[in-house]
């Protein structure tokens, strides 16, 4: 069952534009993901940030985490036309094995 | 190499139709996924490998089988399947508590 709720559902911007995607979950986590998937294919892993930390950077991409609050937040800083894709954000929790649960997903219009 | 293949990439297959989708990896990662995905809905998890055996069946109905012939290859078989079936299927591997890489996904269609 999908745990995460993601905010907006949709984001359009121009270049240039800085994109914030917020994310929040019900249960207890080992680590929140962010992926990225362009035009229904693969989804490609952004950042991993896990549950004793606060806030990682990776290039052009901020992430902060709540756990107090449940909630997850990504910013996309000078967004470009190429960053157009839908975003999800993924808990996991490891019990022997690890799964994926999956928000419901940000769909992000950089307009040139 | 970190990447997952899929194949096919595309497959159209009637009801009383049997065909298998394949994911391979060669990163060494002992989990391996199946997830259902539905036109602008996240990814569902199907399946769950760990280290060749299953471990979590989302409950899945049997009409979808999986197999893991070795700790690179995962195979899902379709059989008598349902129009309401046809999504992007994706295979994914992971380390444990780590990131999942995922396929290209194959786009099922049932007639």
């Known amino acids: 069952s999908q745990q995460g709720e993601e905010d907006p559902q949709a984001l359009s911007i121009q270049e240039g534009e800085n994109a914030t995607m917020n994310c929040s979950y019900k249960?207890?986590?080992?680590?929140l993901q962010w992926y990225r998937q362009n035009s229904g294919r693969g989804l490609v892993h952004l950042i991993l940030?896990?549950?004793?930390?606060r806030e990682k950077h990776s290039g052009r991409l901020r992430v902060t985490l709540d756990t107090s609050k449940k909630s997850s937040s990504l910013l996309i800083t000078a967004s470009r036309a190429a960053d157009t894709a839908s975003y999800f954000c993924?808990?996991?929790?490891?019990?022997?094995?690890?799964?994926?649960?999956f928000g419901k997903g940000t769909m992000l219009l950089v307009s040139p | 190499d970190t990447e997952v293949t899929q194949t096919p990439k595309h497959l159209v297959m009637g009801m009383t139709n049997k065909k298998s989708l394949k994911c391979e990896q060669h990163?060494?990662?002992?989990?391996m996924y199946w997830y259902k995905q539905k036109a602008k809905k996240p990814p569902e998890l199907m399946f769950v490998?760990?280290?060749?055996?299953?471990?979590i069946n989302e409950s899945v109905p049997s009409r979808f089988s999986p197999e893991c012939p070795n700790s690179s290859l995962l195979n899902l078989h379709l059989h008598a399947l349902q129009p309401e079936d046809s999504a992007l299927y994706l295979c994914?591997?992971?380390?444990?508590?780590?990131?999942?890489?995922f396929g290209p996904g194959t786009r099922l269609t049932v007639l």
């Open positions: 994914a591997s992971s380390r444990p508590s780590s990131e999942q890489f």
């Open positions: 249960t207890s986590i080992n680590n």
């Open positions: 940030i896990r549950s004793n930390e």
């Open positions: 993924a808990t996991q929790f490891y019990s022997g094995y690890s799964t994926l649960t």
């Open positions: 990163m060494g990662h002992r989990a």
């Open positions: 490998y760990s280290y060749e055996k299953l471990s």
